[in-house]
């Protein structure tokens, strides 16, 4: 007999909580220039995967087995996609990748221009820590949000993804060894999972040990994500993607499948899963299954 | 017989004090890319008045009448000259106001580059939260350390600094009322000096009576501090102010003396630094004499 929903149930209920929340993380009694707000929303309601924060969820239910104390994560959960989002933001810009489209829409500062792109991005960024501060009135205890609050802007920081993003582009043009590439996406891409799944770890009052097990499974998982992504921009279709393929090859990103080959990349992206899961089996969860989950559908995912 | 220390002394000293730390805010064993924490330095370290740490500090010092109780406050000055040293960076990009010099230096993006300027900001604002977090360790207790951070993520962001600095933006070409003017200081200059001043207070754990007295003199001591600067850029002299004069009438810019002349000007700065005193002397604090000196001081000042 099943005990729960199957994943894709899950992943949609969860998302739609996700949404239904960032929806209403602009106070509304907050004097907030009105072009500002829709540009902040432009992309904070703009869909996606909403990876970061059902991961935040789901470890919060994990360390304490019960469904209900994913609420306790939730403030944590918009946090991370604020973070997420102003990343993109900034990303997009002229001086930085010059992307126009994301999603198949326009970019930020294609709509609203460049100056409020970064007063945007500027905005969410701060905003997150107010949004994650507020889960002392969710209950959660304020020793664990002073720790979410420092592992944010440690994680979303200098050693984690805007230094990510530093190395990314210092290293643009020399890329050549496995090391660097994988240096470069730990900070740019797993640091902000990995600060996911501890942030539903501290919501769920998880001990040192479940912590560091949540910690190094999202290192795995996001590098497998991103290995992952390398991949379907090669052999996936457009139709599933939502965006052009072969766009890193246009680009000459270096990515995993340019230094190891296609078959190399896919073992790669099976033994960081088969590491995610050992971490977590290791982590003493009250209920790991979900999250083993969830990392077996990135692995195999087409889209 | 004086008890203690000229206010020049005092500014000095805690100017100092201020300084010290600042150059120790990026963690040592953090893996940070050298030329990121170059381009942080480069403006965080570029010297300045440094007036919103110092009154951090002398807020401190005012609620416990102690001198000591400012080392509590250290981390929340050193979070707050952040913002404003991120904030400062992001203002002066292309897509911005586009300013190649401030105090008399290359800005940041001259010297390193658009994307790094970009990302320095990203990471000093994404920091700042981290120092501030960290006062918990200098012993100040866990819920008045979230409630600091609470009020920097406000401060600092939608309803404040960056919300102002949209106004501003957005209303470049069309102020017509000292009303919008006025909105517009209060967000981008006193809302961050307000913070200054309640961060204090929180560090010497201040009852709300203070905290009240606290913010409501920074919002009138930042404004009077932003009209003296219009003044000033009027009737200063280059040699004092270490930066040209009359670059506001040269950029069109709408000011206090350009919508109430000089005189008037002068007058708004007496009433606002009164408002400011009496604010202060009706929230009970255990010594209040150094701020009242150091909102005299921005009073008088000719640089």
Request: proline letters at 4%.
């Amino acid at each position: 007999m099943k005990t729960s929903v199957g994943l894709h149930t899950y992943l949609q209920e969860r998302r739609e909580r996700v949404e239904a929340a960032l929806g209403n993380v602009f106070p509304a009694d907050w004097p907030i220039p009105e072009r500002l707000r829709e540009a902040m929303d432009y992309s904070l309601l703009a869909g996606g995967k909403r990876l970061r924060p059902i991961l935040a969820l789901a470890a919060a239910e994990a360390v304490s087995g019960r469904e209900e104390t994913s609420s306790m994560a939730l403030p944590f959960a918009c946090a991370v996609e604020m973070i997420h989002t102003y990343s993109l933001i900034h990303d997009d810009l002229p001086a930085m990748d010059d992307d126009d489209y994301r999603r198949g829409r326009l970019t930020n500062h294609k709509v609203f221009g460049e100056a409020m792109a970064i007063l945007a991005g500027d905005g969410l960024l701060t905003h997150a820590f107010h949004v994650a501060a507020g889960a002392a009135e969710a209950g959660v205890p304020p020793e664990r949000v002073l720790a979410v609050v420092r592992d944010l802007s440690r994680y979303a920081g200098l050693p984690g993804m805007v230094g990510g993003q530093v190395s990314d582009m210092l290293g643009e043009q020399g890329i050549t060894s496995l090391e660097q590439l994988e240096h470069i996406h730990l900070h740019k891409t797993s640091d902000l999972i990995a600060f996911s799944l501890r942030a539903g770890g501290h919501a769920a009052e998880a001990d040192e040990r479940q912590l560091d097990g949540l910690g190094r499974f999202g290192r795995n998982v996001g590098l497998a994500f991103q290995i992952q992504d390398d991949i379907l921009d090669l052999v996936g279709t457009e139709d599933k993607l939502g965006k052009p393929v072969r766009s890193d090859e246009r680009q000459q990103k270096v990515t995993y499948p340019y230094l190891l080959g296609l078959d190399e990349s896919r073992v790669r992206v099976s033994e960081l899963t088969r590491e995610a899961s050992e971490a977590l089996l290791q982590a003493g969860l009250a209920k790991p299954d979900r999250l083993l989950e969830i990392a077996d559908y990135l692995l195999n995912r087409d889209h």
